[in-house]
């Protein structure tokens, strides 16, 4: 008798779903875009740094979509976090079709006054480590021949710079650029990456990075992180190189990239 209780017979392979990898995944876009991937028949591989946040979501997610769920508390912020994980995720098995760099943090306020140590742990996350996970993910999904990679920049990331968020710009900025340029090398090898950009959103970052009373957040309107990941999952379904979620949003993006850029610099000082 074989595996499925008929007699004789070949039994067909149960189809592999595609697996999804989201960082900073227990809340916010990262949660919402893992519940996006679930509901478009991906299993999910979920990171973040706290394991009881991150089981809860797992669970919901089970409940709601019934993909399977693996979870991993790592935390991305440290050196040696992306190799702990890129090793742990094939020691387990699993084949990642699908790679989301989410996780990140930021920080607003005087270059110079700020702590050296968050600054320091913000660009290790933001732009080292999310440049290592991009690295060790994306070898494997080229020499398979397939593959998606959504990484979350931002849409500061359009401008020339912006006074009393120096850093935290400049960190976006590299992800936008990056991604373009991966977009454009990874051409024809089956393998996209695409940039998502969203702007003022309502998530527990705008107390984090408190940035509740910028210009940013006072006057533009904020979009839900379930609008933000809807359309990044469409974007990377798509195979796009970015997604700027927001009429107004795409306009702002548009103003950013014009010459001269020392005009938008000055757009985003006051809104900063």
């Known amino acids: 008798m074989n595996r499925n209780g008929r007699r004789g017979g070949a039994v067909e392979p149960h189809p592999r779903r595609p697996t999804a990898l989201i960082t900073g995944a227990s809340g916010g876009i990262g949660l919402a875009l893992a519940g996006e ?33 693996t979870t991993y508390a790592v935390d991305l912020s440290t050196s040696n976090g992306p190799v702990d994980l890129f090793h742990e995720v094939g020691g387990a098995g699993i084949a990642l079709d699908v790679l989301v760099n ?18 320091r742990e913000m660009l290790q996350l933001n732009v080292v480590n999310l440049t290592t996970l991009t690295r060790l993910f994306l070898e494997p999904m080229v ?16 401008f020339a710079g912006g ?8 960190s976006k900025g590299y992800v936008l650029s990056l991604s373009r340029g991966l977009a454009a090398e990874l051409k024809g090898t089956g393998v996209t990456v ?4 969203p702007g003022a959103t309502s998530t527990d970052f705008v107390r984090a990075a408190g940035v509740g009373e910028t210009g940013i957040y006072r006057w533009l309107p904020r979009l839900s992180a379930e609008e933000v990941a809807r359309a990044g999952y469409r974007a990377a379904m798509r195979g796009q190189v ?6 107004v949003n795409k306009v702002l993006a548009f103003l950013g990239e014009l010459p001269p850029r020392g005009i938008a610099q000055r757009a985003f000082s006051a809104l900063s």
């Open 194 to 197: 695409t940039a998502l950009a």
């Open 37 to 69: 991937f679930a509901r478009g028949g991906n299993d999910l591989v979920l990171v973040a740094r706290r394991a009881e946040a991150l089981e809860q979501a797992a669970g919901k997610l089970r409940e709601a979509t019934g993909v399977e769920v």
């Open 163 to 170: 006074p009393g968020w120096a850093a935290y710009v400049a």
């Open 102 to 119: 989410n996780a990140g943090t930021g920080d607003h306020g005087a270059f110079v006054e700020s702590d050296f140590e968050r600054q």
């Open 242 to 247: 970015a997604a700027i979620p927001g009429t």
């Open 143 to 158: 020499a398979r021949g397939s593959g998606r990679i959504l990484n979350v920049a931002s849409l500061v990331g359009y």
